[in-house]
């Protein structure tokens, strides 16, 4: 008896996911706990493992389908089980007798006669995305073949058919007229001009609604200052070798931001709050969102209690998040309920940017590239490591005043990194 491979629970509220890419494919052999398929919710992607050593039996959600929690989406033929007779073989294929018929101008010829089998009852299962690419394309679903599990049209297959090229179908000119002359060709188009519809993932969807909910329903404004980077890089180049060879971990700006973040938060407990109508959500504790890229869009997974964290612990965090969100392998829990984020664009080479707010946090600080550049320093100019940083935040709980004093706070810490020891 094949077991069921079922949508799991992967997440509070969240009853929808999309099939995301499957790692195993019909008649592969897998072992317990090995991952099968990617699952795709609004929040986080998770694995789907083998409950038993077994084949793939049947593949019922291919990639890009949406399910829901507890559909079965597959089969999978346990070890020692005797194999499930596929539908396919009930019914022999028949085979159906033909004539090949042949007009030529003044007679007709008639071919050998043969035998062919008939054609599949059913068409080939065509893709939504597949579907979408050949109705838009004006082709039939018959117009593709299925390359897919179990011969599926999957939507390179659909992209493949629209772009062949057809030929006309002949015509033949009137008896009396001569045939016309053929027309010049115009000359092809230089360079490539095709297009290519990609599903929109969940959780790049819920990003989208996110952003747009930000802009509709805050009130945005964002802050700019410079922050010198000359003590943080030689702190970094003086202490960096002993620091991984102690804690495991290497020593970065990030863990001195969000340091110098905490000892702003404090100072300004404004912008850790939250604007909850009719009333305002003072925090006494810092859940740190950090903006890391992940293998499905930029995801924000939250250092928690970010006040009592050493540097050590910090860049330890920030490095599993950063490797775990390109596995998309990050938990729901560890995406949920940040205070406050820090998104580093520097490190993609930006060099000013206003970031948006992540609801309902009442700020984000964006973090940008350091350049070299002059400055003037006691009546003489001269060349520091510079970054521009700036903080979006929510003016309906949070003032200009408050707003450029955290900003000026940030400077002043990263600065004078000494002062995160001595807490002044």
């Not at 930029?298 to 969100?325: C, K, M, T, Y």
């Not at 003489?380 to 450029?404: F, S």
Request: hydrophobic residues 45%; proline residues 8%; aromatic residues 4%.
């Amino acid at each position: 008896m094949p077991i069921e491979l079922k949508v799991p629970t992967v997440g509070e509220s969240i009853t929808e996911v999309m099939v995301g890419q499957w790692k195993k494919r019909e008649g592969d052999v897998v072992r317990t706990d090995e991952a099968l398929v990617e699952i795709e919710s609004d929040k986080a992607t998770v694995e789907l493992p083998a409950p038993a050593d077994g084949t793939i039996a049947r593949i019922l959600k291919g990639a890009g389908e949406k399910a829901v929690v507890g559909e079965v989406i597959g089969y999978l033929e346990q070890v020692g089980a005797a194999p499930s007779a596929p539908a396919s073989a009930a019914t022999p294929p028949t085979a159906t007798t033909f004539v090949e018929v042949t007009r030529k101008a003044g007679r007709t010829d008639i071919g050998p006669v043969g035998r062919v089998p008939a054609p599949p009852e059913a068409a080939p299962r065509v893709m939504p995305a597949a579907q979408r690419v050949l109705g838009e394309a004006g082709l039939p679903a018959t117009a593709a073949t299925g390359t897919g599990p179990g011969g599926r049209v999957t939507r390179a297959d659909a992209v493949a058919a629209a772009a062949a090229p057809r030929a006309p179908a002949p015509v033949s000119p009137p008896a009396a007229r001569p045939p016309a002359a053929a027309a010049p060709q115009a000359p092809a188009p230089r360079g490539a001009r095709e297009e290519r519809l990609v599903l929109i993932s969940p959780i790049r969807r819920r990003i989208a609604e996110r952003l747009v909910e930000a802009q509709q329903q805050a009130a945005l404004l964002t802050t700019f200052n410079e922050v010198d980077m000359s003590a943080v890089m030689a702190l970094r180049a003086k202490f960096k070798d002993s620091f991984q060879e102690r804690h495991g971990a290497k020593l970065g700006f990030m863990s001195f931001f969000v340091r110098a973040v905490v000892e702003a938060l404090r100072a300004v407990p404004q912008v850790n709050a939250e604007f909850r109508d009719p009333h305002v959500v003072y925090r006494d504790y810092c859940d740190i969102g950090i903006a890391v890229g992940g293998g499905k869009g930029l995801v924000v997974p939250v250092l928690r209690n970010a006040e009592s964290l050493s540097f050590a612990q910090i860049e330890a965090g920030i490095a599993d998040f950063a490797r775990r969100a390109g596995e998309n392998k990050l938990k729901l829990e560890e995406l949920q309920g940040g205070t406050f984020t820090i998104s580093n664009g520097g490190v993609y080479g930006s060099l000013l940017s206003t970031p948006i707010v992540n609801p309902p946090q009442s700020g984000i600080l964006g973090l940008h590239a350091i350049q070299d550049r002059p400055v003037a320093v006691a009546g003489q100019v001269v060349i520091r490591p510079m970054m521009y940083i700036a903080l979006t935040y929510d003016h309906r709980l949070v003032d200009g005043r408050e707003a450029v004093t955290f900003l000026r706070r940030v400077k002043e810490t990263v600065e004078d990194p000494g002062r995160l020891l001595l807490e002044v």
